[in-house]
């Protein structure tokens, strides 16, 4: 199985892709690119439309929540080299007391997706995916 993760230079207008061969999808997620839109992800939306990738700098156990999430989502966690390393189904959360959740192995990569597809999909823990995102910064 071939992993591929590429960093498009500067600028870039191609929008970002995480892409599962085997499984014939390929997504283009927006970027939570900031701590303050990492910590909102798709908070108060109704539909996770295109998804939302979540890169962070190393591998490691990140934590996530639903809080003020009104849909349920798949969270696809996938390490440095694009494979998949845990798929967690995740409900809606409108306490001040939510769940937290996170990948059984690191992680560097999280897409968060509407609920059922990676199901749909057969996205399972040793796929591999291509993921290609601009330079953030």
């Known amino acids: 199985m071939i992993f591929f993760i ?14 599962f061969p085997d499984r014939g999808i390929t997504f283009h997620p927006e970027i939570a690119r900031t701590a303050l839109e ?9 539909s996770a439309e295109k ?4 890169i962070f700098d190393t591998n490691g156990y990140y934590y ?5 999430t009104l849909i349920p989502l ?4 996938m390490n440095g080299v694009g494979q998949v ?3 967690i189904h995740a409900e809606p959360c409108t306490s001040m007391h939510c769940e937290t959740y996170t990948s059984i192995a690191p ?14 999909y057969g996205i399972t823990p040793g796929d591999g995916a291509t993921i290609k995102y601009p330079l953030l910064g």
């Open 51 to 54: 998804g939302m990738l979540f």
């Open 85 to 87: 390393v845990d798929v």
């Open 74 to 77: 798949d969270m696809i966690f």
């Open 6 to 19: 590429s960093i498009l230079a500067g600028c870039s207008t191609q929008p970002p892709e995480v892409s």
């Open 38 to 46: 990492m910590e909102r992800g798709l908070m108060n939306r109704t």
């Open 107 to 120: 992680a560097r990569f999280v897409l968060e997706i509407e609920s059922g597809i990676a199901n749909q």
């Open 64 to 68: 996530f929540w639903m809080r003020d």
